[in-house]
């Protein structure tokens, strides 16, 4: 299939981070947070990476690309009329994140990190790249980011730091 992620073991090929990290989860017996067994609790967690294809995900990925990607790989300045109105799409699901999936919890699928919080801080967090902080003006944003941080501890940092990086170059 010529994508990445994809994980192969002895033929098996899964490609999808959603899909391999349910895998990895299930096939491993990590912590049960993560991907928790009880079925309705699995439910919250499914609901919201279903709903993370096209909301977080896609609207978090095309500000990246018009912000950060195209504008290196084309060297022509970022087109603004369309950043703000990609922005502007990613603010609507970021109103959902807080009124929907944070409404009365610590975390996205309930009072721990699961899943949804990997796949959502990641596609957040490729923001800094352009130095643009979707969450600084979000306080409930920024206590579920922070939640995440101290759940994820120093790895968390060691795995965005090319992010950080960027983010810093970006700021000259």
């Not at 994140?97 to 610590?106: H, S, V, W």
């Not at 979707?134 to 994820?152: F, I, M, T």
């Amino acid at each position: 299939m010529q994508k990445v992620p994809v994980i192969v073991e002895n033929g098996f090929v899964l490609t999808e981070s959603d899909a391999i990290l349910k895998y990895l989860a299930t096939k491993e017996g990590i912590p049960d947070h993560w991907y928790p067994c009880e079925p309705q609790h699995r439910a919250k967690v499914d609901e919201y990476t279903a709903w993370h294809h096209t909301n977080t995900r896609i609207h978090a990925a095309k500000v990246f690309i018009h912000e950060v990607l195209l504008p290196r790989m084309t060297g022509q300045p970022t087109d603004q009329k369309k950043l703000a109105s990609l922005i502007a799409s990613l603010d609507g699901t970021l109103d959902k994140l807080e009124t929907m999936f944070l409404k009365d919890q610590a975390f996205l699928c309930g009072h721990d990190i699961t899943l949804a919080d990997l796949l959502a801080i990641c596609e957040l967090t490729q923001l800094l790249a352009s130095g643009h902080d979707a969450l600084k003006n979000r306080p409930k944003l920024l206590a579920w980011q922070n939640r995440v941080k101290s759940a994820l501890g120093d790895e968390f940092d060691e795995v965005n730091n090319i992010l950080y990086r960027l983010r810093d170059k970006a700021k000259l």
